[in-house]
């Protein structure tokens, strides 16, 4: 090996891997002895190339003597794995974890049809946040939550008090929860309200080291929740991804298109592990889903720039769901797999929102009927996105397909209250008030 580097060259070494650091940090650790670099190789299953780099870069203090290696000099204890510390994923159940987290999952916001929300058992929460924290090098780091209905990040943040959470999350409730929570906790935290169909916000590109996501089961949903994803992620092609999906054994094809979609984003599924999560519901898939481990290439962010969601119905539940769309054509499909005919549909605001209930006489409801059932319904909603949701639906009662981006425009334009506020704090003279200023918004 070259006599050039040290300590400081290691350390800007495992700097620039981040989250992917772990087993590279599991080196250090095993080079506290001589060690051959097959014996290296065999027991991190790093590649032999890896091993060579993080040698050479340490150079005079990669102490060579016949075959073996081993380092000398102070610091490296600093940058190794601390020692019991697993270097990949134990598959130890934490009962410890699965005990805290008990009575904070009981009091969760009750599951979102319309958000296509299936709650994720306690067991199932705690293994993510293990293999997280066994899988990943997670101290100081930012993990981003897209979607994050079943409280992952407070498992985390539990198991790895140094992480630094940012949440993004259409759903108020979850957000006032996760600001409680993890405020206790003490973990640096951000939280976000956003309907991950809009823009993401340019604040929120390249903060995270690694995101974490449960979509919506539709190809359009997963390759949505998880460009967005992608585009949270800094640190090239040593971030990583976390991906829950699942499908029922009986529906191949379905699969294959969400892993199409998923991988139109060229990444690389760098594992899958089958059945990993279980649900309470989702009959359909097993009440399962595997794990993704979604590894960024060169190619990654370039595609992420092209991605454009061709259909804003991601959901295959309630309102702006594939679901709505069948419905139009008789049928609804169940989540947990059954058939509905489409008068049998849900009824209610969700119904309401996703496929206006006919009148008597069989005709649709007016543009204007329709804006006031979605706004009805929305009561969890900021005022400006259950404005936007309105509007838009609306709209396209008339046969207009405006974007989300021109209905927001419009919005924006006429918002007579506070858009940051849910549109339940809303007393009625300000319900009134905003229903008056979005209905002067449809076509005369």
């Known amino acids: 090996m070259d006599d050039v580097g040290g300590l400081d060259a290691v350390r800007a070494h495992l700097d620039l891997l981040g989250v992917s650091s772990r087993r590279h940090r599991a080196l250090l650790r095993l080079l506290h002895e001589p060690s051959t670099i097959a014996t290296l190789v065999d027991t991190t299953a790093l590649s032999r190339r890896a091993v060579e780099t993080l040698l050479r870069l340490a150079g005079p203090d990669a102490v060579r003597d016949g075959d073996t290696y081993r380092l000398s000099g102070p610091g490296y204890d600093e940058l190794a794995l601390p020692i019991g510390a697993p270097s990949v994923w134990s598959r130890r159940e934490d009962d410890d974890l699965v005990d ?61 008090p140094d992480v630094r959470v940012v949440v993004v999350d259409l759903d108020m409730r979850l957000l006032d929860l996760l600001a409680t929570h993890l405020g206790a906790l003490g973990v640096e935290h951000e939280l976000h309200h956003l309907d991950l169909r809009d823009r993401l916000p340019d604040g929120l590109r390249a903060v995270a080291d690694a995101f974490v996501t449960d979509p919506p089961y539709t190809p359009n949903g997963a390759a949505l929740f998880v460009a967005r994803g992608l585009a949270m992620l800094r640190g090239g092609v040593h971030a990583r991804g976390l991906l829950a999906y699942g499908y029922g054994e009986e529906l191949p094809t379905l699969g294959l298109k969400v892993q199409r979609a998923v991988q139109s984003l060229e990444v690389v599924f760098e594992q899958v592990l089958p059945r990993f999560g279980r649900y309470t519901g989702a009959q359909a898939v097993g009440s399962a889903s595997d794990w993704y481990v979604l590894a960024p290439t060169p190619r990654t962010a370039r595609a992420v720039d092209r991605f454009a969601l061709p259909d804003e119905r991601i959901y295959t539940h309630g309102r702006q769901s594939e679901e709505a769309a069948r419905a139009a054509r008789g049928t609804v499909t169940d989540r947990d797999g059954g058939a509905l005919a489409a008068d049998s549909a849900p009824s209610g605001p969700g119904a309401a929102a996703g496929r206006p209930v006919r009148q008597p006489d069989g005709t649709d409801p007016a543009p204007s009927q329709v804006l ?40 924006e334009a006429v918002l007579p209250v506070g858009g940051a506020l849910r549109l339940a704090d809303l007393d009625a003279p300000s319900r009134a008030e905003l229903e008056t200023a979005l209905l002067a918004l449809l076509p005369r």
């Open 100 to 160: 805290r987290l008990r009575p904070l999952l009981a009091v969760a916001p009750s599951p979102d049809r319309n958000l296509d929300h299936v709650p994720a058992t306690v067991g199932s929460v705690a293994r993510r946040a293990t293999w997280l924290a066994e899988e990943l090098w997670l101290p100081g780091a930012t993990v981003a939550f897209v979607g994050d209905h079943d409280l992952t990040s407070l498992a985390v943040a539990m198991v790895v």
């Open 372 to 411: 006031r059932a979605v706004l009805a319904g929305l009561d969890a909603s900021t005022v400006r996105a259950a404005a936007v949701t309105a509007l838009a639906k609306a709209l396209r009662a008339t046969g207009a397909r405006p974007t989300r981006a021109q209905v927001r425009e419009q919005v």
